[in-house]
């Protein structure tokens, strides 16, 4: 696990330098530099976050909890995801406007996503009601 | 197993790679562009930039299922 991150933040200060050398000529490819270094962070760990998931699905499992739910949280988990790496991205890129949108877009997603579990709680607050 | 795979494939050489592109790219561009050919020049920074693109372009897609995949969508 020390190997990982001190692997991890060794690529992220190389990939820093090499942007900041490539971005006084061609900042088009710098941000692509960008770009391809959070991809490359995320492989880096999505091998151990794939085992967290699969640790708290089988919890989910066990406790007999609607496997429903899980998967709603880790679609908002994934999209929140998502939506803040392109985010962050547009707004390196100088384009925070941009950003805000995919943002809000993220938010529109999410609360959509959300519905069934907010119409389950509704439900059982009116089933509670005399 | 499948992720594995791709960490072996990706990693530092491919942010190198793309570094070497981006210098080599504005270093051609300098050289053509003192040399008086600018509309050489303009037609290296768009090739450079397509075939980096094209790299990222793969690699996006990449991640996206990937976390397609891993987020039970």
């Not at chain 2, 197993?1 to 960490?7: G, V």
């Not at chain 2, 990706?10 to 003192?34: K, P, T």
């Not at chain 2, 075939?51 to 039970?72: G, P, R, W, Y």
């Amino acid at each position: 696990m020390l190997l990982d991150i001190i692997q991890i933040v060794g690529l992220g200060i190389a990939a820093t330098i090499i942007i900041i050398v490539i971005k006084a000529q061609k900042p088009e490819i710098a941000i692509q530099l960008s770009l391809i270094t959070g991809i490359v962070i995320f492989f880096l760990i999505a091998g151990k976050f794939a085992a967290i998931v699969d640790l708290l699905g089988s919890y989910f499992d066990k406790a007999d909890i609607d496997i429903m739910y899980f998967t709603v949280l880790l679609k908002i988990v994934g999209i929140a995801y998502i939506a803040e790496f392109g985010a962050e991205i547009c707004r390196d890129a100088g384009e925070s406007s941009i950003a805000s949108k995919i943002e809000l877009a993220a938010k529109v997603i999410i609360m959509a996503l959300a519905v069934p579990i907010i119409t389950s709680l509704l439900e059982l607050v009116i089933s509670i009601m005399p | 197993m499948r992720l594995t795979e791709e960490k072996k494939v990706m990693g530092i050489d491919l942010i190198f790679r793309i570094a070497a592109i981006g210098i080599l790219v504005s270093v051609l561009n300098q050289v053509l562009s003192r040399s008086g050919r600018d509309e050489y020049a303009t037609m290296t920074t768009l090739a450079g930039l397509v075939v980096v693109l094209l790299m990222v372009i793969k690699e996006i897609v990449n991640l996206f299922d990937t976390i397609k995949a891993m987020f039970h969508f």
